[in-house]
Each structure stands twice: as structure tokens, then as C-alpha cells.
């Protein structure tokens, strides 16, 4: 079983900047596929970033490709999310998932932490 902890998440003015970070524990993510999605209010959660378990492939949702890049050190059993250039329609709670399979797929992923506000304002 693997535990997640997201953190860094809070309130930025449009054009700022956030790192996210989920921390495992429980059990090494070095063989899972790690991802990050959010989900808005009233909206389905949707997928964010993905990268596969050795950080040599990575998917990104194209509403926010060029604005984010997400990283994982696996001797710390961590993956990080970079935010740039933010904007107020990226407000929503950020999740941080685990999985077997590399893909950009919500349902794919066994683990999920419980999830970090990000609230850009205008």
C-alpha cells in the first residue's frame, strides 16, 4: 500500500508560480507510474501530468503544456509538479496519483493522495 501527501498547493496571483509536492510513503514508488490531476468545482477530475516510472517518458494535458513540468526523485520517494505562468481557470484541488500503467487515464491509478488547493486569483 502506498500513502500519498501532497503539499505546496495555495493562493497565487495569475502569472505566478507553484511547486507541488507528493510524498510517498508505505512503499517505494520506483515501479509505479505517477501522476497529477485536479479537479474544480462542479468539473469531473481531469488529468494534469503523468511520468512513467523511470522519468523518461511524460505526458502532459495540453491545457497546460509549456506552462508545467513534472519530476520525481525516487530516492525520495517523491514527485514534484512545476506550475508557471498561472492562471485563474487553473484554480481547483491538485491530486497526486500512483499506478502500474504510464497512462493519462483517472482510472488507471490505485493511489491517490487527498489533494492540495491551488487558488489563483485575476
Known amino acids: 500500500q502506498v500513502q500519498l501527501v501532497e503539499s505546496g498547493g495555495g493562493l497565487v496571483q495569475a502569472g505566478g508560480s507553484l511547486r507541488l509536492s507528493c510524498a510517498a510513503s508505505?512503499?517505494?514508488?520506483?515501479?509505479?507510474?505517477m501522476g497529477w490531476f485536479r479537479q474544480a468545482p462542479g468539473k469531473e477530475r481531469e488529468f494534469v501530468a503523468s511520468i512513467s516510472w523511470s522519468g523518461g517518458n511524460i505526458y502532459y494535458a495540453d491545457s497546460m503544456k509549456g506552462r508545467i513540468a513534472i519530476s520525481r526523485d525516487n530516492a525520495k520517494n517523491t514527485v514534484y509538479l512545476q506550475m508557471n505562468s498561472l492562471k485563474p481557470e487553473d484554480t481547483a484541488v491538485y491530486y497526486c496519483?500512483?499506478?502500474?500503467?504510464?497512462?493519462?487515464?483517472?482510472?488507471?491509478?490505485?493511489?491517490w493522495g487527498q489533494g492540495t488547493q491551488v487558488t489563483v486569483s485575476a
Open positions: 508505505g512503499r517505494t514508488i520506483r515501479s509505479y507510474a
Open positions: 496519483a500512483g499506478g502500474v500503467r504510464f497512462t493519462i487515464e483517472t482510472r488507471e491509478y490505485a493511489y
